[in-house]
């Protein structure tokens, strides 16, 4: 029964890891290496285009990432987002 219960936890913990979204703005290498076909040559090339060229305005901008193709900007728009960080955080209180 223990066991049946390990398992069953470290399922939902896994599935949860899995189903969160990587911000592409604020993403380490190994966290964008953890996204299927984004490799570690890759990762570093959206790490470089974002510090020269800023954040990314939408997913689709990853085309501008040298060796990132529309198939592979297809199959991670479900598992990437861009939200910023403030809009991200809980709207601030009126005074």
């Given amino acids: 029964m223990k066991q ?3 398992m069953m936890t470290l399922l939902f913990l896994f599935t949860g890891t899995a189903l969160a979204a990587v911000n592409i703005n604020t ?3 190994s ?7 984004i ?3 890759k990762a570093k090339a959206i790490i470089e285009y974002r510090e020269k060229s800023g954040a ?12 990132i193709r529309p ?15 403030k809009s991200a955080e809980a709207p601030a209180k009126p005074e």
């Avoid at 966290?31 to 076909?37: A, P, R």
């Avoid at 990314?56 to 060796?67: E, Y």
């Avoid at 198939?71 to 960080?85: H, M, N, P, W």
């Fill in 4 to 6: 049946l219960f390990l």
């Fill in 27 to 29: 993403a380490s290498q």
């Fill in 31 to 37: 966290e964008l290496e953890s996204l299927q076909g």
């Fill in 39 to 41: 490799g570690p040559a």
């Fill in 56 to 67: 990314f305005a939408s997913i689709d901008d990853l085309a501008k990432v040298s060796g």
């Fill in 71 to 85: 198939g592979a900007i297809k199959q991670l728009r479900d598992v990437v987002t861009i939200e910023s960080e």
